[in-house]
């Protein structure tokens, strides 16, 4: 089947392949959160993207393959609420950004900006992103001699950037991070995945930015 990235809780993973890795996204929680697994297609080395709800479903989707890391992009409750399970029932460490990772609740490993995280012989580069938390992370991952892909959290989606609940400092720093540090830098076939609902591309958000901009939110 053609990856579309739409998911639902409860239903199927929406499975796509890169060179590199395969993507499974699920949504879980009351508040459909989507959680991506990572898999190495060269040795199966897996990293879960946000353990936001739902473990028994996680652990379902990990299977006997085991578990490397959980990777979560940022600190608010719905986006780690399952972490504490997943890691006691894997033994996977869970890496979190350092300005995020007092209020996680377990966390073995932080990063910031320009770290690299690896799946297997895949490297996902981190970019730290100013905003929606202070500490916010967007993972990047250059397919060879293919496009970027970004699992952007709650800092970008499709219309717009991630809830600053009207603080103006915390927006202005989100969205300029935002268009310096991912569309300022990246294609605009760049595929982004995001922490609620449809992925989308940069190209396709880039028109937008000044409006975004302009209205604040």
Not at 67 to 74: E, K, M, N, R
Not at 170 to 187: A, H, P
Not at 209 to 216: C, F, H, M, Q, V
Request: include cysteine; glycine fraction near 12%; charged fraction near 20%.
């Amino acid at each position: 089947m053609t990856y579309t990235g739409d998911v639902t809780r409860g239903g199927e993973p929406a499975v796509r392949e890169l060179t590199g890795l395969t993507v499974c996204k699920v949504s879980v929680g009351p508040t459909d959160n989507n959680a991506y697994l990572l898999t190495c297609r060269a040795d199966g080395t897996q990293v879960l993207i946000d353990a936001a709800n739902d473990a028994e479903t996680l652990l379902e989707l990990i299977g006997p393959a085991g578990l490397t890391a959980v990777v979560t992009t940022h600190s608010h409750g719905d986006h780690t609420a399952a972490l504490a399970a997943v890691v006691q029932a894997t033994g996977a460490s869970s890496i979190a950004g350092a300005d995020d990772a007092p209020a996680i609740p377990v966390v073995t490993r932080t990063v910031t900006d320009g770290d690299t995280i690896t799946v297997g012989d895949c490297t996902l580069e981190v970019i730290h992103v100013v905003g929606h938390t202070p500490g916010s992370i967007v993972l990047l991952y250059r397919e060879p001699d293919g496009i970027a892909h970004l699992w952007t959290g709650d800092s970008l989606f499709p219309g717009g950037v991630g809830n600053t609940r009207g603080n103006k400092k915390n927006f202005t720093s989100l969205i300029n991070d935002v268009e310096s540090k991912l569309f300022g830098r990246l294609g605009d076939d760049t595929w982004f995945y995001p922490g609620h609902g449809k992925d989308s591309t940069l190209g396709a958000e880039r028109p937008h930015l000044a409006e975004w901009r302009a209205r604040g939110w």
